[in-house]
């Protein structure tokens, strides 16, 4: 059974930064891509970043370019999301999935992000 658990969302101000981290289990993990996806208040998945198996390869939805950053630790089984220049659109929680951009079903149980002043 595939096994997502996030953490690290929190309260932060605009232009703060936040790392979240999900720790993966019940399938190869260094076998998977991984990505993060999110879900803002009234709003539908919205895929953010991916990052392949073996860590050569990162994309990143045009939103968060240049102020989020993926990265994994395949001897940890664990996947993060190191979110710098935090503005309120980025308010929403914060899913770790198993797969590539277009995946959805296999994911955690989420971690609220709050962006605000």
């Known amino acids: 059974e595939v096994q997502l658990v996030e953490r690290g969302g929190g309260f932060v101000q605009p232009g703060g930064s936040l790392r979240l981290s999900c720790t993966a289990s019940g399938f190869t993990f260094t076998a998977s891509a991984m990505s993060w996806v999110r879900q803002a208040p009234g709003k539908g998945l919205e895929w953010v970043s991916t990052i392949s198996a073996g860590s050569s390869g990162t994309i990143y939805a045009d939103a968060v370019k240049g102020r989020f950053t993926i990265d994994r630790d395949n001897a940890k089984n664990s996947v993060y999301l190191q979110m710098n220049s935090l503005n309120v659109d980025d308010t929403a929680v914060y899913y770790c999935?198993?797969?590539?951009?277009?995946?959805?079903?296999?994911r955690g149980q989420g971690t609220l992000v709050i962006v605000s002043s």
């Open positions: 999935v198993k797969g590539g951009r277009n995946s959805r079903t296999e």
